[in-house]
């Protein structure tokens, strides 16, 4: 039996080879600008042929809204019995269960299998790297070959049914930093119409990306918005967009108390206390005291560098004190704030 104790440093170092090839034309655009709708087909037809399944018709939407687009076609009888007379044409049959199968065909149906996605290849290529630099010798071992010698086919997500598969295409353009989809001068992901908006491997709808580039979002329509995520990604863009300063500005806010923190793992983070300017006749903090101004303690996820704004109460006077009431309610808050690993 091979253990981690057989991964040699000459194996490691055969890691890039497979990550190549695993993503050599995704990200430069090649794989969608060389779409080879055969390529794809045979790919699909033979997951199909692994499973048992006759070949099914196979339909190619060009981005997110034509997917759409077709899938609600799809849905439809005419289209279907003409989807089907394609079927029964392709795999040489004749119309005799034509009833039995379209109430499987309804049942039967999925937008998702892992070896016909966006991250097929990755899978492949980590079954791949431990059969070769492993040497196991497996019964699917032809199957495993073949699926990883077509890997790089231009396919995103599929529908899937035994009638027909709808596939959707690669993006034309994909752009990441090391944390994940990331781009703040347009779409981090995008095909020839449409455009997929992302902030350090978080996502933006487009209106909250263009409003924020084009510095037409508003105070009010930020305090808004619920999900601390899309807030933090809001305010990355604005940092790496227009930098600090254009934060204080939007906020109208000043860091009242900034602290250091040095923890045992030997890492290190800078935690600010913001509150605004102004104070709002509404606002309560935890005491109940109104009239106070909006609070946000800001955190950097050590993992991913994001930072993070968490509303918080008005009355705290320090950084350490407002992120001591953020952490989990079973944590005593005379605890010291300290974590050994970035896991903890």
């Known amino acids: 039996m091979k253990t981690l104790n057989d991964l040699t440093p000459e194996i490691r170092n055969k890691f890039s080879i497979y990550k190549e090839k695993c993503i050599k034309d995704l990200y430069s655009g ?38 759409i687009k077709k899938l609600n076609e799809l849905n439809e009888p005419k289209t279907l019995d003409n989807i089907y007379k394609i079927y029964l044409r392709k795999n040489k049959l004749t119309a005799n269960n034509k009833e039995k199968f379209s109430k499987i065909n309804i049942v039967n149906k999925s937008h998702y299998l892992f070896l016909c996605s966006a991250y097929h290849r990755v899978y492949l290529m980590w079954y791949k790297f431990i059969q070769d630099e492993f040497q196991i010798e497996h019964k699917n071992k032809e199957i495993l070959n073949w699926l990883y010698e077509n890997a790089n086919n231009n396919i995103t997500r599929c529908y899937f049914t035994k009638l027909f598969v709808l596939v959707l295409k ?36 487009e209106e909250l990306y263009n409003k ?11 305090i808004k918005i619920i999900d601390e995520n899309i807030k933090g990604s809001i305010l990355s863009l604005m940092k790496e967009k227009f930098g600090n300063d254009y934060i204080m500005s939007f906020l109208n806010a000043k860091i009242v108390n900034e602290e250091t923190i040095n923890h045992s793992s030997g890492y290190s983070e800078t935690i600010k206390l913001w509150k605004t ?15 106070q101004p ?51």
Not at 312 to 326: D, G, L, R, V
Request: proline share 4%.
């Open 212 to 222: 924020t580039i084009n510095k037409t979002l508003t105070f009010n329509e930020y």
């Open 30 to 67: 090649n794989e969608y600008n060389s779409f080879n709708r055969k390529t794809s087909v045979n790919y699909i037809e033979k997951i199909y042929e692994i499973c048992k399944f006759k070949k099914p018709v196979i339909i190619f939407a060009e981005d997110p809204i034509d997917y």
């Open 294 to 344: 909006y609070a946000w303690v800001e955190l950097t996820c050590p993992s991913t560098n994001s930072i993070f704004f968490i509303e918080t109460s008005a009355h705290f006077t320090t950084a350490i004190e407002a992120s001591k009431f953020h952490r989990p309610k079973q944590i005593p808050m005379e605890l010291k704030y300290n974590f050994n690993s970035f896991n903890n």
């Open 277 to 291: 300017n102004e104070k709002y006749s509404f606002l309560s903090d935890i005491n109940g005291n109104m009239n």
């Open 170 to 205: 690669m993006p034309k353009y994909i752009n990441r930093n090391n944390i994940g989809f990331h781009n703040i001068n347009g779409g981090a992901i995008e095909w020839e119409n449409y455009k997929m908006y992302y902030v350090n491997g978080r996502k933006l709808s």
